[in-house]
Structure formats: C-alpha cells, structure tokens
C-alpha cells in the first residue's frame, strides 16, 4: 500500500518558470511533511519541511503547501534554474505515533529546468 | 555539525559473495541510523531502521542484515548476495524521536552485483 504517492514521474520546467511539484497521501496520521533533493549517485538532501499545523511554508525559492482536507502537499520552486534539475521525493512522518523517526517516502518525480 | 560517511562508494561483487557496508555519523550522539536502497528507477526503500546500539529492526525480508555496534556505527552485511542486491544503498541519520523529524543521508554506496 502506497501511502505518499507522487503521481507524476517527472516535470519539464523553463528556466525562470515555476515548477510546482506534488504529492498526495493517504494515512490521516501523518502530521509532518518533508521534502528532498537527489541528484544521480548521490544522497537525498533535505529541502523543506510543514508541519500539519501549517498550510505553508516558505525558504527562499522554495515553499511548500499543505492541504490537509485534500491530504495533498506541494512544492514550488520560483523562479526554477537548471541546477535544481534532480529527482523530488516527498516525505511523510506520525509524529504522535510508534515509528521510530521513519519517514515515508514517494517514488520520486524527476524535475528538468530547460535554460 | 554533523557528518555521516559512507564506505565503500563503488562495488562490484560476484554473486554468492559476502556484503559489508559501513556508515559512521560525527557530531552527534544517539542518533537514529536508517538503511535505504533505492533499485534502478525507483524510490528509497526503508530496509533497516535503528534507535540504539543492537536495537535493529527490519522492514523487509531479505538477504540481508544489519548491526549496530557502535552508538555512530552501522553496518549492512549479506553473507551470500543475489543479482537482486544490486543497487543504491544509503545510509541516513535523524536527532532522535522528539524532533526535529528530518533524516540526513549519506553519499550512498553503488553495488553491483555480477
């Protein structure tokens, strides 16, 4: 059972333009959300993070959206530059829960930012 | 600040042949120590998560193993690799369960398995 889902594989974005990324879940016990960038053979680094009593949340270009109603998170980026072209994936955490700091991640969607 | 390691970057190994991966964390202190690997095209899988020294728990079953000897050490071993194996394995770290809930990775070790 996927629990954070990222539906689209990938996004071609013009450099200047928004890239506005997505992720949906389905455990109503997730309370903290994160996201990551990974570029090839290397690790994931940590973007942006929302806790859910937060609809927003902004650093630098980056902000990320949370519509709980909807369990539906997204990230924008604005304005996108080629070197954010890497894979996304998004992170869910139950923080009230037994899970021991394990995140749940999505399948990624890989962002390319045409100059 | 905090660093976390990986060893080796690159490996190649027969089939049927022993695994040991290293990851070390600086700059911390009782961390939580995750294993990851992510196959070709697809997202991280959680393999091994642990929250102190000999407490591992498994998210899936497989071929593999993992120990913590060490507060900042962990370990992923397989006594006989299968094709399966190959893939990007990473190692990650979190402060702990009070928060803050984000993981930080390692550079990741490639093995591929022949």
């Known amino acids: 059972d996927q629990q954070v889902k990222q539906n689209s594989p990938s996004l071609s974005v013009q450099e200047g333009r928004i890239s506005i990324l997505n992720c949906d879940y389905t455990n109503s016990m997730f309370d903290y959300f994160l996201w990551y960038k990974k570029y090839p053979a290397e690790g994931p680094t940590f973007l942006i993070s929302?806790?859910?009593?937060?609809d927003k949340n902004e650093d630098g270009r980056f902000t990320v959206f949370l519509n709980k109603s909807a369990k539906h998170l997204s990230l924008h980026i604005v304005p996108s530059q080629p070197g954010d072209s890497a894979v996304y994936f998004c992170?869910?955490?139950?923080?009230?829960?037994?899970?021991?700091?394990?995140?749940?991640f999505g399948q990624g969607t890989i962002l390319t930012v045409h100059p | 600040s905090q660093t976390i390691h990986q060893w080796p970057a690159t490996l190649v190994q027969p089939v049927g042949s022993p695994l040991s991966l290293e990851c070390t964390v600086e700059?911390?202190?009782?961390?939580?120590l995750y294993w990851y690997r992510q196959a070709a095209g697809r997202g991280l899988q959680l393999l091994f998560y642990?929250?102190?020294?000999?407490?591992i728990s498994s998210e899936v079953p497989q071929n593999l193993s993992a120990s913590r000897p060490q507060d900042r050490q962990f370990i992923l071993s397989s006594k006989k690799l299968l094709l399966s194996d190959s893939g990007f394995y990473l190692c990650?770290?979190?402060?702990?369960?009070?928060?803050?809930?984000?993981?930080?990775f390692g550079p990741g070790t490639r093995l591929t398995v022949t």
């Open positions: 929302i806790s859910s009593i937060k």
């Open positions: 642990s929250i102190g020294i000999d407490q």
């Open positions: 990650a770290w979190s402060p702990g369960l009070a928060g803050p809930y984000e993981q930080y």
């Open positions: 700059g911390t202190s009782n961390p939580n």
């Open positions: 992170a869910a955490y139950n923080a009230g829960g037994t899970s021991y700091g394990k995140l749940t």
